[in-house]
C-alpha cells in the first residue's frame, strides 16, 4: 500500500489545514467550549470560502454538484477538518456542507424533486430513522415498528430512539417491518415527512454531548402512499446497509485527526512543562505515554488508508473499514485521554479541548456501529460467512 500523497492530495490537505487553523481555530476563542454552531455571519461567510475553493458539499456526487472526491481525499480531509474543539461534533461547523441523506441518491425522479434536490439546496433537513428501543446493534431483526397495506397506503405504527434532528427535520427515512420475514428482507424504507398525522417526537434524549441529543419518535397509525416508498419493497435494509461502509472511512479518520492534535498538544506540553527539576518529556513514563501515542496514531493511520484505497480501487473493503473505524475509535479514545494525564489537571478542564474529545469519543465508539458489531462484521467475512 502507499502511504505517499500525490501533489493534488498534499495541496488539498494543505489548504483544509491552513483554512482550520487560521479561520476556525480563532473564532473557536471566543465561543463556549461546547458550542457546535459559528454566529451565523461567520457561517455564511467561510460558507462562501469552501464554495470558492471548490469544496462545498464534500460527499455529493459530482453529478448532483459536489467536487466527485475519491474515498482517499476525502480521509485526507476529514483528518485535518476535525483538529479543532468542535471537530468531532460538527468538523470545521460544516462549512463544507454536507450531501444529506445518502439514500436519497437511489430514489426516483420524483422523490428526488421532493425531497433530496431541496435538501442539496438547503430548504430541507431530514433524519434517518432506523434504530428502535428494542436494540440498535442488530437493527434488521430489531425492527418492530410495522407497516400493513390498505389499499394505495400503507399504515405505520411503532416508534425510534436515537434519532438525531427528528425535532428539526422536514422528513425522515422510516424502516419498517413489512412482511413476516424476521430478518433483512422483511424491511421497507418509507420517506415520510414529518407534519403526516400520526408522526410524533415523544422526548428530548440527553447525550455526553452538552449541546447535542437525540429524540425518540413514534408513529400512530401513519398512512403513507405507495409512492413514498425508496427503494424496493422489503429491500429497505438493503439501502440502509449500502453506504455504512463507506461513510465509516472518514468517520474513523475524524476520530484521528483530534488524535493527531491531542498528540501535537501533547509533546509540545511534555517539552515545555517542568516539573521535579526538569522537563516532563524527559520522564520515561511520559516518553513511554507519548510513544504508545504514536503507535496508535500510526496504526489507525495505516487502516484508515487501506481501506480508503481499496474503495476507490473497486476491490473488497467491507472487513478494511469495519477494522478502520474500530481501531480509529477505540485508539483515538487512549491517545486522548494519556493526552489528558500528561497534562495533569489542566487536561480535565475546559481551557483545553481534551475533555470534550474525549466525551466526542466515547460517543463515536458507538457511532456508525459499536466495536463489537465491527468485530462482528470482520468475523464474518474472515470465517467466510460461517459466523453468525
Not at 4 to 27: G, Y
Not at 56 to 68: A, K, N, V
Request: charged letters at 30%; a negative charge.
Amino acid at each position: 500500500m502507499d502511504l505517499s500523497l500525490s501533489d493534488e492530495q498534499q495541496m488539498i490537505v494543505e489548504t483544509v489545514r491552513r483554512f482550520v487553523a487560521e479561520e476556525i481555530v480563532p473564532l473557536e476563542a471566543s465561543l463556549d467550549p461546547d458550542a457546535g454552531a459559528l454566529a451565523p455571519d461567520d457561517f455564511e461567510r467561510l460558507v462562501k470560502m469552501t464554495k470558492e475553493m471548490g469544496f462545498y458539499g464534500l460527499d455529493i456526487p459530482e453529478e448532483f454538484g459536489g467536487p466527485g472526491l475519491d474515498t482517499t481525499t476525502r480521509a485526507l480531509m476529514a483528518i485535518e477538518m476535525s483538529q479543532h474543539r468542535a471537530g468531532l461534533y460538527n468538523p470545521c461547523y460544516g462549512t463544507f456542507g454536507g450531501a444529506g441523506l445518502a439514500q436519497l441518491y437511489e430514489a426516483t425522479e420524483e422523490q428526488k424533486e421532493k425531497y433530496l434536490y431541496p435538501t442539496l439546496r438547503g430548504e430541507k433537513k431530514g433524519c434517518f430513522a432506523l434504530t428502535e428501543p428494542s436494540g440498535g446493534s442488530d437493527p434488521a431483526r430489531a425492527i418492530q415498528t410495522r407497516g400493513h397495506e390498505d389499499g394505495d397506503q400503507w399504515i405505520l405504527n411503532g416508534s425510534k430512539l436515537y434519532i438525531s434532528g427528528a425535532d428539526k427535520a422536514d422528513f425522515a427515512l422510516v424502516f419498517a417491518r413489512t412482511s413476516d420475514d424476521p430478518g433483512r428482507n422483511g424491511v421497507t424504507a418509507f420517506l415520510v415527512d414529518t407534519d403526516t398525522p400520526g408522526f410524533n417526537v415523544r422526548r428530548v434524549v440527553h447525550t455526553l454531548r452538552s449541546t447535542h441529543y437525540a429524540t425518540e419518535i413514534s408513529f400512530d397509525e401513519m398512512r403513507v402512499s405507495k409512492d413514498q416508498i425508496l427503494g424496493e419493497l422489503n429491500r429497505g435494509f438493503a439501502i440502509a446497509n449500502d453506504r455504512l461502509s463507506r461513510q465509516r472511512i472518514p468517520y474513523a479518520a475524524g476520530c484521528l485527526g483530534a488524535a493527531i492534535k491531542a498528540q501535537e498538544m501533547a509533546i509540545e506540553w511534555a517539552k515545555s512543562r517542568e516539573t521535579f527539576g526538569g522537563a516532563l518529556a524527559e520522564k520515561q513514563a511520559v516518553q513511554w505515554m507519548i510513544v504508545d501515542n504514536e503507535i496508535d496514531i500510526r496504526h489507525a493511520r495505516y487502516c484508515i488508508l487501506e481501506a480508503a484505497q481499496r474503495a476507490d480501487k473497486g476491490e473488497r473493503f467491507r472487513t478494511e473499514a469495519a477494522m478502520a473505524k474500530l481501531v480509529a475509535s477505540e485508539a483515538s479514545g487512549r491517545v486522548v485521554d494519556r493526552a489528558m494525564q500528561i497534562h495533569g489537571g489542566l487536561g480535565m478542564t475546559k481551557d483545553l479541548p481534551l475533555e470534550r474529545w474525549y466525551r466526542e469519543l466515547r460517543i463515536r465508539r458507538v457511532g456508525e456501529g459499536p466495536s463489537e458489531v465491527q468485530r462482528l462484521i470482520m468475523a464474518r467475512e474472515i470465517l467466510g460467512g460461517s459466523f453468525k
